[in-house]
């Protein structure tokens, strides 16, 4: 099976490409661009799925990710770099994964500002380091292998969230 990369922005202007993916000066002029992409994640989280149900969040970081396959695709062709780091809209559109469920179970129990921290802190270990073949999947062609990485890193930070929780509830 190829991967290929919905070709629906080729049209449009370097600029507008390449800023929405760098999400303008976060990726650009700032330095670390992928902890800032992942605190305006952690921001765009709190304000619009704070009291969303997983399945709403799944949903829609599921289609703003196929979105960002095609934007971090065309900017890193454009830019002529596989994944620069400049590139953060995957950051950006992952984190809310990282929170599924937090208003339940063991998470439940801790304070907002707590699981915001730990699973921020989470995300961004997971993604600067890539364990468990998640950076195999960096491989993937253009734009599919800039969002898939973040997208299981975010994965694996909620489960490792959820874990944390659960064992300090117990102890």
Same mark, same amino acid.
């Given at each position: 099976? !190829?991967?290929?990369?919905?070709?629906?922005? !080729?049209?449009?202007?370097?600029?507008?490409?390449?800023?929405?993916?760098?999400?303008?000066?976060?990726?650009?002029?700032?330095? +670390?661009?992928?902890?800032?992409?992942?605190?305006?994640?952690?921001?765009?989280?709190?304000?619009?799925?704070?009291?969303?149900?997983?399945?709403? &969040?799944?949903?829609?970081?599921?289609?703003?990710?196929?979105? +960002?396959?095609? #934007?971090?695709?065309?900017?890193?062709?454009?830019?002529?770099?596989?994944?620069?780091?400049?590139?953060?809209?995957?950051?950006?559109?992952?984190?809310?994964?990282?929170?599924?469920?937090?208003? +339940?179970?063991?998470?439940?129990? #801790?304070?907002?500002?707590?699981?915001?921290?730990?699973?921020? +802190?989470?995300? !961004?270990? #997971?993604?600067?380091?890539?364990?468990?073949?998640?950076?195999?999947?960096?491989?993937?062609?253009?734009?599919?292998?800039?969002?898939?990485?973040?997208?299981?890193?975010?994965?694996?930070?909620?489960? &490792?969230?959820?874990?944390?929780?659960?064992?300090?509830?117990?102890?």
């Amino acid at each position: 099976m !190829r991967l290929s990369e919905p070709q629906w922005l !080729r049209r449009l202007p370097k600029k507008w490409v390449v800023g929405v993916a760098t999400l303008g000066p976060l990726g650009t002029r700032l330095p +670390a661009p992928g902890t800032w992409g992942s605190l305006a994640g952690l921001l765009y989280t709190l304000l619009v799925f704070r009291s969303a149900r997983w399945e709403v &969040t799944v949903v829609w970081t599921v289609i703003l990710s196929y979105i +960002a396959v095609a #934007f971090t695709g065309e900017a890193g062709r454009r830019l002529g770099k596989e994944d620069p780091g400049e590139i953060v809209l995957d950051e950006f559109i992952v984190i809310p994964l990282v929170f599924l469920g937090w208003r +339940a179970g063991y998470l439940a129990g #801790f304070a907002e500002w707590k699981v915001a921290i730990a699973g921020f +802190a989470l995300f !961004r270990l #997971f993604d600067i380091l890539k364990p468990f073949g998640i950076a195999k999947l960096q491989r993937w062609p253009g734009g599919w292998g800039v969002v898939a990485d973040d997208f299981v890193a975010a994965l694996a930070a909620c489960v &490792t969230l959820h874990i944390g929780a659960w064992l300090l509830a117990i102890m």
